[in-house]
């Protein structure tokens, strides 16, 4: 049987050992979750738990979270891309001393990954927003709270200090002016700015499923719902007795529109304006750490690094945003020799710890996953995401033991070859 490293495996760690004093040998791994439930057993990598999850959630719900824009051409590349590049390990290094731990921004994680923003976790998961951040401070690795959430930003930086803050903005001054401040007072250090979203994208697919924000109230929605009754009545009925109907809290300074209604539009602002005048106004405002999600071409990576930002996100939306838009992956040497040093981060189609050490050994500094962890907090709250990080990670280790390695610094591209696109 596979060692998913949950339990008696004494390389793992709880995220207090991890900052502990004293430690002689460097941790492997964040801890699973003590004990597993039955339908986390089944879940042995990340790709188990995209069925789970549709199992789980009402249709539109899901198809939301996993579709992409138009005929899912980046999604699609997101994957396929990965299996482009192989390994050449090395042999006989001894790999006893190997770890995981990555350092960004001054702060040693436990793993070299991290939950990228999602929003409206909150429906897909009771309190999903918190359970996703609780998990990542659980194992020592950063969570981005996404600006299109149901669940206020204080609370989660109350909940979770470490935690990151995700802004869509619009490009207008006095919006971005009061929402930065806002996210400063909450106590958050790290603020990220979403720019691959200057216009909403087609996707079809969710006008098919269904959904759409809010969700219009409809026969089928309640169908929709009701024949997935376990979400039905521990994520949406437990949240609306216990906490009200969800909003957006977090897209502006103030309270946006319900997650379900007839007649309520949501206010996206001028989206379409936001120019690189506007990050100059937010480096200026933002005295913590400022990042910037979304770039492909290496020229905007220049120009961000120049304007003060401190990091980028090497991103296709996960395919979401531009369709055709070309996958991070192939994009990162080219990001990376403009990037002047500041961390260069990616996202889009991580499943494995073989994709994380690729994306290493093209440059990423660190990674970001969506999707899975979603799916995870969906079907098994914190545990689930516990879990989904413990294979992730459990895979990472493994996989540097049987490349020869002790540290993620030694993955360069030597340790890669390249397959034609074809084979
Ligand atoms: C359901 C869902 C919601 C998302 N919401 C946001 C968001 O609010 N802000 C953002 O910057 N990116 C958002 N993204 C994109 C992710 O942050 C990330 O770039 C992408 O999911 C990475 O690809 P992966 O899912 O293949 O790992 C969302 C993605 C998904 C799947």
Redesign the pocket.
């Known amino acids: 049987m596979r060692d998913t490293g949950h339990e008696g495996n004494s390389a793992a760690i709880k995220a207090e050992d991890f900052h502990g004093s004293g430690q002689q040998s460097p941790p492997r791994k964040p801890a699973g979750p003590a004990k597993l439930s039955r339908k986390l057993r089944a879940i042995l990598s990340l790709d188990d738990l995209e069925p789970a999850a549709r199992r789980h959630l009402p249709r539109p719900l899901f198809g939301?979270?996993?579709g992409g824009s138009e005929d899912n051409a980046s999604?699609t590349d997101?994957?396929a891309v990965f299996k482009e590049y192989g390994f050449v390990p090395r042999v006989l290094t001894d790999v006893s001393k190997r770890s995981q731990a990555a350092t960004l921004f001054g702060k040693t994680y436990a793993a070299p990954f991290g939950i990228?923003?999602?929003?409206?976790?909150a429906l897909?998961a009771y309190r999903g927003d918190l359970v996703l951040a609780r998990a990542a401070a659980e194992a020592s690795i950063p969570m981005?709270m996404?600006?299109?959430?149901l669940t206020r930003l204080e609370e989660v930086a109350e909940a979770a200090p470490e935690t990151w803050f995700?802004a869509?903005l619009p490009g207008e001054p006095p919006r971005i002016e009061a929402l930065v401040d806002r996210v400063a007072r909450a106590g958050f250090e790290t603020l990220?700015l979403?720019v691959d979203?200057a216009v909403l994208a087609s996707r079809e697919n969710n006008v098919r499923t269904g959904f759409s924000t809010p969700l219009r109230p409809s026969l089928r929605l309640a169908y929709d719902g009701a024949i997935r009754p376990n979400w039905l009545v521990n994520t949406f009925a437990r949240t609306l007795l216990r906490h009200g109907m969800p909003h957006f809290e977090n897209s502006y300074a103030e309270r946006g529109a319900p997650i379900v209604a007839q007649n309520i539009t949501r206010d996206l602002g001028l989206r379409d304006h936001l120019n690189w005048e506007h990050l100059k106004q937010i480096r200026a405002q933002w005295k913590g750490k400022l990042i910037v999600?979304?770039i492909l071409a290496p020229e905007d990576a220049r120009i961000a690094r120049e304007q003060g930002v401190d990091g980028i996100?090497v991103?296709?939306?996960?395919?979401?945003q531009l369709d055709g838009a070309i996958s991070g992956l192939r994009q990162l040497p080219g990001i990376v020799a403009e990037s002047g040093g500041i961390p260069v981060m990616f996202?889009?189609?991580?499943?494995r710890g073989t994709d994380v050490l690729k994306a290493v050994a093209l440059g990423a500094d660190f990674v970001?996953?969506?999707?899975?962890f979603?799916y995870a907090a969906a079907i098994g709250g914190q545990d689930g995401v516990q879990h989904a990080i413990n294979l992730l990670a459990t895979e990472i280790d493994q996989d540097m033991g049987l490349m020869g390695i002790n540290s993620l610094k030694e993955m360069g591209p030597d340790k890669l070859y390249r397959r034609s696109p074809a084979s």
């Open positions: 939301y979270i996993v999604r997101n994957r990228a923003p999602m929003g409206i976790s897909m981005i996404s600006g299109s959430s995700q869509y990220l979403t979203t999600k979304g996100i991103s296709n939306h996960g395919g979401r996202d889009g189609g991580i499943r970001f996953v969506g999707r899975p979603l």
